[in-house]
């Protein structure tokens, strides 16, 4: 898939998504209810929000540690929220090759080190987000007639489990049987067309040094953690946006379940800071609890907004201030992909002859 077709693409379902959040709602209330929020609750959610930001960066430096030893943590924080500003104002979701970019700059640490362990990071996200997912809809407050039209959510929830499940024992199968892992990358990129097997082969090299934290129980078992700690932090920033917002009848499991479901929804590809997926995942949890849409929408386009512009903005601090270029953070997927290949001379490790 191209970065332009991903891009077209992305912008089209995010309209798409965008239309169908809004499409009958009372703007009028909409802008009434936002002006009515609580700025006190308000202020804490999104002060949640931004305070995320440490577990992510400390996990980070966790993932790193087996490959690259320990990295600071203000180069590792600058980054992440570098990567995160990249993915509000860019296209095609380059906020994970501008996260490893800008590392690169900012330490000693390879991109292809940096770019393997947010493989990595986002599988452990995957994981915890199903997780979570699950235990808010196994909760006493959750609605017991929970579904999307004819998609029942707990058949949806345990068909994502069960694939990611089996995503995370064939990485740990590569992890405990590297030789074997070899030998399958070497035989499948064998089938590939002659320019693409050295640059699949050398990528599937790099993400495998990402999974070096692997083969460590108590590093996997640290990052597990943190992954689990970030994301139970974050959900009380969505259940003091409820507050704000005069939702009531939402638990802290419904907040849980809320997060999981609008992360998992910007992760497919949409428009520049994720506008469209975000509100139709919101509009589409909150109904489970009798939401009315407009209230709904409100919470949305209010949390929504203000977690934005504070991200946006500190991750350009970050880049002016330590002399980095948004050109350059905006070509980062161009630099990552070149960085992945073998440099002449060694591409014999990779299989050349069919």
């Not at 600058?78 to 906020?95: D, K, Q, S």
């Amino acid at each position: 898939m191209t970065r332009r077709f991903r891009t077209t693409f992305g912008i089209l379902l995010s309209v798409f998504l965008l239309w169908w959040a809004l499409r009958d709602v009372s703007f009028e209330e909409v802008v009434e209810q936002i002006r009515q929020a609580d700025p006190f609750l308000f202020t804490i959610s999104i002060a949640i929000t931004i305070g995320g930001f440490w577990f992510r960066a400390v996990r980070w430096g966790v993932l790193l540690l087996p490959a690259t030893g320990p990295v600071p943590m203000r180069p590792r924080m600058a980054a992440t929220f570098i990567g995160f500003a990249a993915n509000n104002l860019l296209p095609a979701r380059v906020g994970e090759f501008a996260r490893a970019f800008s590392l690169s700059r900012l330490s000693t640490v390879p991109i292809s080190s940096a770019f393997a362990t947010l493989v990595v990071e986002r599988i452990l996200d995957g994981i915890v987000l199903v997780g979570l997912l699950l235990a808010a809809m196994a909760s006493r407050g959750f609605p017991s007639t929970a579904g999307m039209g004819t998609i029942d959510l707990r058949t949806a929830a345990m068909s994502l489990a069960t694939f990611i499940t089996l995503l995370g024992l064939t990485l740990g199968a590569a992890v405990a049987f590297p030789s074997a892992a070899a030998r399958i990358a070497r035989a499948t990129t064998r089938l590939l067309p002659q320019p693409l097997r050295v640059p699949v082969y050398e990528a599937l090299r790099g993400f495998a040094r990402g999974l070096v934290v692997l083969r460590s129980p108590r590093l996997f078992a640290v990052s597990v953690l943190l992954a689990i700690g970030q994301w139970s932090f974050l959900a009380f920033s969505f259940l003091f946006a409820f507050r704000a917002f005069r939702i009531e009848g939402v638990p802290f499991a419904g907040a849980a379940f809320l997060q999981s479901l609008i992360s998992l929804a910007v992760a497919v590809p949409s428009s520049p800071g994720f506008f469209g997926p975000f509100e139709a995942a919101a509009r589409l949890g909150l109904s489970l609890w009798g939401v009315p849409a407009n209230q709904a929408i409100s919470f949305a386009i209010g949390f929504h907004i203000g977690g934005f512009l504070p991200v946006t903005i500190i991750g350009g601090y970050y880049v002016w201030r330590l002399n980095l270029r948004w050109t350059d953070v905006r070509h980062s997927e161009e630099t990552v992909e070149e960085d992945l290949p073998s440099k002449p001379g060694t591409a014999t490790a990779a299989p050349s002859q069919p």
